[in-house]
């Protein structure tokens, strides 16, 4: 009976630690259908997720999905639809029109970290560097609130390895300037010039000193051409 305990604990816990470190779709299969949604319901938003942040790989995995089998329905209903095989994916809409896809079980913490000030307005020597949505976000990531509390709640990596790409590039800029907002809110801002979705990847830590290892990436929407 002892033995029959033991071997359930370690199963119930190796269960536990699978269900946290899901994704595992490659980009290569993801993006063309992730793109084709959102060319088709014309909506941005944000996809939050236990994934397994391959710090060694260019481009996050992303979660479980498949392709819609129609599009005749609201955006909300076809990204239903396309994360159907992912039981902890919740897709919602806000009245902003921003499409919401977080699996419940995501920690976002992170997201509400209140900012004092970011600024997007940059001079001629950091603009070529600075131009994309992933660099816009590198603004907002770097942070002295942001870094301060990754430290302080031991969220990895602490290096500036946490955006990955999520997309093709651009020298389009974002300009302004946001006063406290939260991260989430000065991520969403992004998405004014760039339509698309941001992405915040959870994933299980190897390193003992890290909790979890956060990624941050964008996905920007790309028309084909006809």
Not at 94 to 118: A, C, K, Q, W, Y
Not at 202 to 209: E, G, R, V
Request: glycine share 8%; hydrophobic share 40%.
């Amino acid at each position: 009976m002892m033995r029959f305990r033991v071997i359930l604990t370690f199963l119930i816990l190796l269960c536990s630690c699978l269900g946290q470190e899901r994704g595992g779709t490659d980009p290569n299969v993801a993006w063309p259908i992730l793109n084709q949604i959102m060319v088709k319901t014309n909506a941005s938003g944000s996809l939050a997720y236990w994934g397994r942040c391959d710090f060694h790989k260019p481009f996050p995995d992303y979660p479980a999905l498949s392709y819609p089998s129609t599009f005749s329905g609201s955006p909300v209903e076809v990204w239903q639809m396309a994360f159907a095989s992912d039981p902890k994916m919740e897709v919602t809409q806000e009245s902003n029109g921003l499409i919401r896809m977080f699996e419940t079980d995501v920690p976002t913490d992170l997201l509400d970290v209140r900012i004092t000030h970011v600024s997007f307005v940059l001079d001629d020597q950091w603009r070529d560097r600075f131009g994309g949505p992933n660099n816009a976000m590198y603004l907002v990531l770097s942070a002295p609130e942001v870094i301060a509390y990754r430290k302080a709640h031991n969220i990895g990596p602490l290096t500036e390895g946490w955006i990955r790409s999520g997309g093709s590039l651009s020298k389009q800029e974002v300009v302004g300037d946001l006063y406290n907002v939260t991260v989430k809110q000065a991520l969403d801002y992004i998405l004014q010039f760039y339509p698309g979705f941001w992405i915040y990847e959870n994933c299980q830590s190897d390193d003992a000193k890290a909790g979890r290892n956060v990624y941050f990436g964008f996905f920007r929407k790309v028309i084909p051409h006809k």
